[in-house]
């Protein structure tokens, strides 16, 4: 049963590639939106997980704004799918021109420092373009990747993903792969706002709540000397995006007890201003509030290697 709604699902992904291709992009991304409130009417499981995680982000707000929020959330979800589709047939030179860059000044300055830059985003506004725009405008990225559950899907995502000249780097092993890139002076992308079940996750507070979090940007910026960028994706009126760089995140001085603690919890903060501006861009449908409240935190000491096998979110 499984092969066949894999099945199902690459023909649906085929067929949405496809007329991508022969409608107008402003068209296809109507489409796009009508997709994501298809799954938001079908996936009633994932909708009411949702709901409740907007509930407990937003404990002032009432049912029937959350279940609002929702609805445009799931819309810029399809329109996102969509739209990476559209980019997969774009040159880099048309990608820029669908793209304002704000902050590109702090990645510059953080390129010239010679030890690799770590960037982090979550599950934001549009993630998969960011990486696209990226590359087009300054260098491929290094991209920890968990592979999805259908591999016929999977195949599909990681065409797209690599034709730009992104290297993806399996969550198996992922550590040692971002050192190498990082020792290359690469820029490495991680996503932080997926809870984590690995035994080396950081519990840091995300809308007041006790989240697991990777330790793995902060324990490998501390490690190399790499600084840490936020950057997200928002769409503007005119149809096109403005992806946002935003300075380095302030490194935990020397004799903190905690320094991947604090490194983790300051960009969970700037993820957080992001996604209380911009609720309906964030992915609402992942269970991120696992841990209870009383249980105690734990992290990777600083400067102790995290295991090879480290689980990393995509």
């Not at 991508?20 to 939106?33: E, I, K, T």
């Not at 298809?38 to 009411?48: K, V």
């Not at 050192?179 to 840091?204: C, F, P, W, Y």
């Not at 997200?232 to 302030?250: K, W």
Request: proline fraction near 7%.
């Amino acid at each position: 049963m499984t092969r066949v709604r894999h099945r199902i699902e690459y023909a649906v992904a085929l067929a949405a590639r496809a007329l991508v291709r022969v409608l107008p992009r402003r068209v296809s991304l109507g489409c796009g939106a009508l997709l994501g409130r298809l799954f938001h009417s079908l996936y009633g499981a994932r909708r009411e997980l949702a709901v409740k995680n907007l509930q407990l982000a937003f404990p002032s707000r009432s049912e029937a704004d959350c279940r609002a929020i929702l609805r445009s959330a799931f819309a810029h979800a399809g329109r996102h799918v969509i739209d990476m589709l559209n980019f997969e047939t774009l040159s880099p030179e048309e990608m820029t021109r669908l793209v304002e860059v704000e902050g590109g000044e702090h990645v510059e300055r953080a390129m010239a420092g010679g030890r690799g830059v770590m960037f982090f985003s979550g599950h934001f506004g549009y993630w998969e373009l960011q990486v696209m725009a990226h590359a087009a405008r300054f260098t491929p990225m290094v991209l920890v990747v968990r592979p999805l559950d259908n591999p016929l899907l999977e195949r599909l995502l990681e065409r797209v993903r690599t034709r730009v000249g992104t290297r993806l780097v399996r969550r198996r092993g992922a550590v040692r792969g971002l050192l190498r890139a990082l020792h290359e002076k690469a820029s490495v992308g991680l996503m932080i706002d997926q809870h984590m079940h690995d035994r080396s996750a950081v519990t840091v507070e995300f809308f007041g709540r006790p989240s697991a979090t990777t330790s793995a940007l902060a324990a490998l910026a501390l490690r190399t000397g790499a600084p840490i960028l936020p950057v997200f994706t928002m769409p503007l009126p005119d149809g096109r995006y403005r992806v946002a760089y935003g300075p380095p995140v302030a490194r935990p001085a020397g004799d903190d007890a905690d320094p991947v603690r604090t490194w983790t919890q300051r960009c969970t903060d700037v993820l957080e201003t992001y996604v209380r501006q911009h609720p309906d861009l964030w992915l609402w449908m992942h269970r991120r509030w696992r841990v209870p409240a009383a249980e105690p935190r734990g992290a990777a000491p600083a400067g102790r290697p995290l295991p090879a096998r480290e689980e990393l979110p995509r």
